[in-house]
């Protein structure tokens, strides 16, 4: 079974505008964390927005917001007002314990097209 | 500046030939590890390490080889045994401070091997 599943392989946005890209993830580990990553067509990954289990609150990072439904095991990443820059590959990825293992699951990735 | 060194960045890989590919960092990471990229996927983990001297294999490792003799490095062997070694290769470092709290893994910028 998928650990990490992005459901929309592309999507298209237009500048200015939110878009919310879909991350269902996959444990029976209480504890866990949640990771966004953005990838630019560079190849170079950059971190953005990071959500715990037991993390009573949604995570924000600037125009990055996480709406975590935890019961419905969802991580969807919010990205407000587009830019151009904003186009790029983005990762849904999950840290679980066990073995002090912490390397990183991620999921296929949505292409993201912000239009101007 | 702190940062994770990938080298090189092009590869060419003859048949029956061994290559190493480098990663270096200077944060102080304990752990460092080795991903792979096929296009348009995400990320597979290869092998991990924790500790010097100690690694991990991860859910790809066959064809494949790492040592960490010290702290800042974590070269990855490809070896012939590994039939189909095109893609992106991508080294990533973190701190090991328990198992909540952010810890992002930091990413170098990657290197594209391909089979001559």
């Known amino acids: ?116 | 500046d702190g940062g994770i060194t990938q080298s090189p960045k092009y590869l060419f890989r003859k048949e029956g030939q061994n290559v190493t590919l480098s990663c270096e960092q200077n944060l102080n990471h304990d752990a460092m590890y080795w991903y792979r990229q096929d296009p348009g996927q995400g990320l597979r983990l290869i092998y991990y390490s924790q500790i010097v001297n100690d690694f991990q294999k991860g859910d790809i490792a066959e064809g494949y080889s790492v040592s960490r003799e010290k702290k800042e490095s974590f070269p990855l062997t490809v070896t012939s045994a590994q039939k189909n070694p095109t893609a992106f290769y991508l080294c990533a470092s973190s701190l090991l401070i328990g198992d909540r709290g952010p810890q992002p893994q930091h990413f170098g910028d990657g290197t594209r091997l391909s089979i001559l």
């Open chain 1, 1 to 116: 079974a998928q650990k990490i599943t992005q459901t929309q392989p592309g999507m298209f946005v237009q500048e200015k505008e939110a878009v919310t890209l879909d991350c269902t993830y996959d444990t029976s580990d209480p504890s866990y964390g949640l990771f966004w990553y953005k990838q630019p067509s560079s190849g170079e990954m950059i971190f953005l927005i990071y959500q715990g289990s037991y993390d009573q609150q949604n995570a924000t990072e600037g125009r990055y917001s996480l709406n975590f439904q935890k019961a419905r095991k969802s991580a969807n990443l919010v990205i407000s007002a587009s830019q151009l820059g904003d186009s790029a590959m983005y990762f849904c990825a999950m840290r679980e314990p066990g073995a002090g293992r912490r390397a990183l699951t991620f999921g296929s990735g949505t292409r993201l097209q912000v239009q101007p």
